[in-house]
């Protein structure tokens, strides 16, 4: 099963401010994906992270506000631009695992608990 | 669009009962899968069981089963003989087959098992 780390696992930060969240994998994957969730909530998809392209953003997330970068199999970055208040979450970075599972499964990073002040 | 519904903020359970979270779900799709989730206080999310929406069989995982009525969109996981290792939030899952790895959360059950 894919392993999969994220940085940094937490942050605070002032408002204004952009944050870079970096997801690595441990091994190729096609699809990776960005979730959000806010306080008490449920998980929300932002976008599909696509590797040779432009990633492809939910209902309500705008690539100028959440850019993704997808430079290779195995890695992501989300940012977390011109940040409020309101963008305080956990940012989880996910994996379809299509390469070496028997089926497809979905894994999870460990989150980004960011804070905005 | 599809939703997922669990109507369940919270349910308490006593270490070697049973407890059983519902989820209801809509979609005009055909071809899907549903899948219950848990997230301990670490955060971590992990797949508890999966279910693919052609397969008639209810999916079990040792001590967790699924009750899958396809007709009335419900998928409810049964957590036998709890554990305290079970406390967590759980979170039913709704994904289609043309859309993979794009998964409609519901809004969680917390599950708290007591000694």
């Known amino acids: 099963s894919a392993v999969i780390s994220q940085k940094p696992s937490r942050d605070i930060c002032q408002r204004g401010t952009s944050l870079t969240i970096q997801c690595q994998v441990d091994?190729?994957?096609?699809?990776m994906f960005w979730y959000r969730q806010q306080p008490g909530q449920s998980l929300t998809l932002i976008a599909t992270?696509?590797?040779?392209?432009?990633?492809?953003?939910e209902s309500g997330f705008v690539i100028d506000k959440f850019p993704i970068s997808r430079p290779n199999l195995t890695f992501s970055t989300l940012t977390v631009s011109n940040m409020s208040p309101e963008d305080s979450s956990i940012y989880l970075c996910?994996?379809?695992?299509?390469?070496?599972?028997?089926?497809?499964?979905?894994?999870f990073g460990p989150g980004t608990r960011l804070t905005v002040l | 669009a599809q939703t997922v519904t669990q109507s369940q903020p919270e349910m308490s359970v006593q270490e070697a009962e049973t407890v059983t979270l519902s989820c209801t779900y809509d979609?005009?799709?055909?071809?899907?899968?549903l899948f219950w989730y848990k997230q301990p206080p670490s955060r971590q999310m992990i797949l508890v069981i999966r279910?693919?929406?052609?397969?008639?069989q209810n999916a079990t995982e040792n001590r967790f089963s699924v009750n899958f009525q396809k007709a009335a969109k419900s998928f409810s996981l049964k957590i036998s003989d709890s554990q305290l290792g079970d406390t967590a939030m759980y979170f039913c899952?709704?994904?289609?087959?043309?859309?993979?790895?794009?998964?409609?959360f519901g809004a969680g059950t917390q599950v708290v098992v007591t000694p």
């Open positions: 992270a696509n590797q040779g392209s432009e990633a492809t953003y």
């Open positions: 899952a709704f994904m289609t087959t043309d859309s993979w790895g794009k998964l409609q």
């Open positions: 091994s190729q994957v096609t699809m």
């Open positions: 996910s994996v379809e695992d299509g390469y070496s599972s028997s089926y497809n499964e979905q894994f």
């Open positions: 279910q693919e929406a052609y397969k008639q």
């Open positions: 979609t005009s799709e055909n071809n899907y899968y």
